[in-house]
């Protein structure tokens, strides 16, 4: 069996399998007690999670650029928050890396049972996924997960959470029929929103708030649109057309700071005209 440390300096002239031990080498080698990096050995689930859900997005940001040649590091960066996560399960006895991918790959095995089993490859993308949740839905049943809701998790961005909790109910539903009616409920929202920033505390302004927001959430759930993309791609416009607001300051000698609104609507009135998007 090689030391870590001969994995750790393999030629990089290996196949998938040796570059992926050389990955798990390295981790072992960071988390050492006795001769690892003090910062690794510090770190645990709770510290170590937020990075794995910075990396999670670094990897859906670079392909939203289509940056191909970030992706890879990207997915590198993330591919080690895995690793990193096992080997600290495998330090406390949970479980270890080669559980995990045990794990996965039956997982993927048992839900297309229509490519490694007996079912048709004969269906339809619709029917695949509604053949998807019958089997996801099975596996939480054997997970005693019985609520309908149950499973959706907790740690997820709020607007793809509120999406899966709504498709959750939908499945079995309690949704709309129409989007018609998904705007006449935002317009109500909006209404409770407005009066009760005059009547109600800052909780209760926060809580109508969300309301709102759980509703524009579920318009684009009937809309086909994934309200988090969308919402990014309107983060990267924001930050491109105040870009150019930026620019154009400069060329009179000035920074945001020493503007004022009116100026600086203008010049987000021409970034839009010369189609800054």
Not at 232 to 245: S, Y
Request: glycine share 8%.
């Amino acid at each position: 069996m090689p030391k870590p440390t001969d994995l750790i300096i393999f030629d990089e002239t290996g196949d998938v399998r040796d570059q992926f031990a050389r990955l798990v080498a390295i981790m072992e080698c960071l988390r050492d007690p006795q001769t690892g990096c003090p910062w690794d050995i510090e770190q645990d689930f709770d510290t170590i999670a937020p990075y794995t859900i910075e990396e999670a997005h670094e990897v859906a940001d670079a392909i939203e650029r289509r940056a191909w040649g970030e992706l890879q590091g990207e997915l590198g960066d993330l591919a080690l928050q895995v690793v990193y996560h096992a080997q600290m399960a495998g330090e406390a006895g949970h479980f270890d890396i080669l559980g995990v991918l045990k794990s996965i790959n039956d997982k993927m095995v048992s839900r297309h049972p229509h490519v490694f089993g007996a079912e048709s490859r004969d269906k339809s993308a619709e029917q695949q996924t509604e053949d998807w949740e019958k089997i996801k839905a099975a596996e939480r049943a054997g997970k005693d997960e019985r609520g309908v809701l149950d499973g959706v998790a907790l740690g997820l961005p709020a607007l793809t959470r509120a999406l899966k909790l709504q498709r959750r109910a939908a499945r079995v539903g309690f949704d709309w029929p129409s989007t018609a009616e998904v705007i006449d409920k935002i317009v109500e929202e909006a209404q409770e929103l407005n009066e009760a920033r005059t009547t109600l505390g800052a909780d209760e302004i926060a809580e109508e708030y969300g309301d709102l927001l759980f509703v524009m959430v579920n318009l684009g759930r009937h809309l086909g649109i994934d309200p988090e993309a969308a919402l990014r791609a309107t983060n990267g416009k924001f930050t491109r057309r105040f870009a150019h607001i930026e620019s154009e300051l400069r060329k009179l000698g000035k920074a945001p700071a020493d503007s004022d609104l009116a100026e600086m609507d203008a010049l987000w009135n021409d970034a839009k005209a010369r189609g800054v998007k």
